[in-house]
């Protein structure tokens, strides 16, 4: 079956500048602007090391303290001759943490604290110099982006079944501060099928009451935006589902799995079941190193014994079956970014194309019913809708959104007739295979984050950043009916007979996802939210077991394994609202008995690499 490809991966927002200048471009080294890749330094062998860098917390509201930290070493001890962090185009000088602390052997902690006043991406590296060297730090081939700003209180989250002709809910199944992973609706729409990071569940279409419901393990409200998936066959009787570095099949009448297996060291970006149920497929995260990740993985039905595994240099976005599993088309994010076509019968792709982007994940991945055809979106300031055929790795068409915002909504009909797309700047884009220029556009006021098209092609219904799904024909310029939610609609599919559609709320969770009504409102922060106070000691813990990681395996397991962490540690407050905190931070948050084997490592719960290899070694 068909489905809509969903909001994955690292995270970060709106870049918002002036309005001469687009909302997506990157800033340049020393605030020029145009995105072009920062350059790195030649390695000497003395340079000095920065290392555990980040922002903390990682997300949230407005108004609140965010802390940019380092680490600065140097194996001679030599003292920085500057330590400074690239923020928005301009340099900032660092201070240390501890103004005592001069053991540069072992390491200092370097702190910038930033109070945002609006929506909008903060793009941040750090660079230090010890006078012979240089080194660079939160940056592969462009800047790293936090904290992730959001409206909501992420407290109201639901799964919602929508009746398309009345444009209003069926029902709706609230999850409360749970964020959802992942929705499957059946071709008939008898079946709907969701996940969180706790459980999966499924529907019946005339009741908001689970027909079952499967723990998956896993605590917290979710797990960043390598967060699994779920998808379910044509008829609804078989669903596949990954959560954690797990993957489950189930049937339709029993929450028992038929079978689990592992997807490796790290969890799934996309998950996808063929139409008929006999194949499925994850795609996962991980490090270019490690050969047990960044996997597309392909089972059957009959065994949780892979047929193949294939890896890459970059994280797998997103993956999709074709009807009867024969092909299935993947997307890759940075360094690989490419687009693939697999056959069922080998690993070794039959489609790999040359790099479609300059430095940004090509993130969506969907294939027609007979597999001759795949669709791709692509990332940053080079978005667009890219089409292949299963025969050549030279696209058929490419089309280029207006002023190039990134396309991470994307879904093509069964017989591969029609695609359809959001991008970042709320435009939803119709297009046929024969043409590049879109059959017609339409366009709502907010970032798209999920998007799927009935198999005749007719009606359209997207979500987004305005917390709404809009629903649309072919012909109409304007939307049929829009539905309200209370938080960010970052998954959606409907039935392939186009009667239903299933919706599921969360956060948003990768670049440039909140632009909104609200883009560009400055708050006047009258008090400033203090969250759990930083500290080294604290959070240093929890990133120490990854400073030997290379850098793109820190990133990803930095926001899979502490983004939960950081939820229970402190409660979000909306701007405004907070309590003001003048005097030192200090102090550590204290949390319940760690569960080994939830693939979260917490240091603060008494987990560490040698009581639990399982959670605290593993790098994604």
């Known amino acids: 079956m068909k489905k809509f490809v969903f909001f994955s991966l690292a995270i970060a927002i709106f870049l918002i500048f002036p309005q001469a200048i687009l909302a997506e471009v990157k800033p340049g080294i020393d605030g020029a602007t145009g995105g072009q890749a920062i350059p790195k330094f030649p390695k000497t062998a003395n340079d000095p090391i920065l290392e555990n860098g980040g922002v903390y917390p990682m997300w949230g509201p407005v108004c609140q303290r965010y802390t940019y930290h380092t680490t600065y070493r140097d194996k001679e001890g030599r003292p920085p001759a500057y330590l400074r962090l690239y923020f928005n185009g301009r340099w900032i000088d660092l201070e240390k943490e501890n103004a005592n602390d001069n053991d540069y052997k072992k390491g200092v902690n370097y702190v910038y604290k930033f109070v945002p006043q609006k929506l909008g991406s903060n793009f941040f590296f750090f660079e230090a110099s010890n006078g012979v060297g240089k080194a660079r730090e939160n940056i592969i081939d462009s800047p790293d982006n936090g904290p992730v700003l959001f409206e909501g209180d992420f407290k109201h989250n639901e799964i919602s079944l929508i009746d398309l002709d009345s444009g209003e809910k069926i029902w709706q199944f609230p999850t409360a501060s749970a964020w959802v992973s992942g929705v499957a609706i059946s071709d008939d729409g008898k079946y709907v099928a969701a996940i969180t990071a706790q459980n999966i569940y499924l529907f019946n279409a005339t009741s908001s009451k689970p027909i079952w419901t499967y723990s998956t393990g896993e605590g917290g409200d979710t797990l960043g935006d390598v967060k699994g998936g779920i998808d379910i066959s044509g008829d609804g009787s078989q669903i596949f589902a990954s959560m954690g570095n797990r993957a489950y099949l189930f049937n339709n009448k029993s929450n028992k799995p038929i079978w689990t297996a592992s997807t490796g060291n790290n969890g799934a970006y996309g998950v996808t079941i063929s139409r008929d149920g006999a194949y499925m497929a994850v795609g996962t995260a991980g490090d270019e190193n490690d050969q047990d990740s960044n996997l597309v993985i392909l089972w059957n039905e009959k065994s949780n014994k892979p047929l193949w595994k294939y890896h890459a240099s970059g994280n797998f976005h997103e993956v999709n079956l074709s009807s009867d599993g024969s092909y299935l088309a993947g997307a890759t994010g940075c360094p690989d970014r490419r687009a693939y076509i697999f056959s069922k019968a080998s690993k070794e792709p039959v489609v790999r194309t040359e790099m479609l982007t300059r430095d940004s994940p090509v993130d969506e991945a969907q294939i027609s019913g007979d597999g001759k055809l795949a669709v791709f979106g692509l990332e940053s300031d080079q978005g667009g809708i890219v089409l292949l055929n299963n025969q050549s790795p030279q696209p058929l068409w490419r089309f280029d959104t207006a002023n190039r915002p990134s396309v991470r909504a994307l879904s093509m009909t069964t017989d591969g007739n029609y695609i359809a797309g959001g991008d970042f700047r709320g435009n939803i884009y119709l297009l046929n295979k024969d043409s590049s220029r879109p059959e017609q556009t339409w366009r709502v006021p907010a970032s798209v984050g999920a998007i799927d098209i009935a198999d005749d ?41 186009g009667k239903y559609a299933v919706a599921g709320t969360s956060g948003s969770t990768y670049f440039f996802e909140t632009f909104s009504p609200n883009e560009g409102k400055v708050f006047p922060c009258n008090s400033v939210v203090e969250p759990s106070p930083w500290s080294s000691t604290n959070l240093g813990k929890e990133i120490g077991t990854l400073a030997d990681k290379p850098q793109s395996a820190t990133k990803i397991n930095f926001l899979t394994k502490v983004i939960n962490w950081l939820k229970n540690i402190f409660t979000f407050k909306k701007a405004g609202v907070g309590t003001v905190n003048k005097g030192e931070e200090s102090g550590q948050p204290v949390g319940e008995s760690g569960v080994c084997g939830n693939t979260l490592c917490e240091p603060l719960k008494g987990e560490s690499k040698a009581s639990c290899p399982k959670d605290c070694s593993a790098g994604d």
């Open 457 to 497: 092609g007719i009606k359209i219904a997207a979500g987004g950043a305005d917390s709404k799904v809009h629903i649309f024909n072919k012909g109409l310029s304007s939307a049929q009916s829009t539905i309200d939610f209370a938080e960010y609609v970052g998954e959606l599919e409907m039935s392939g007979n």
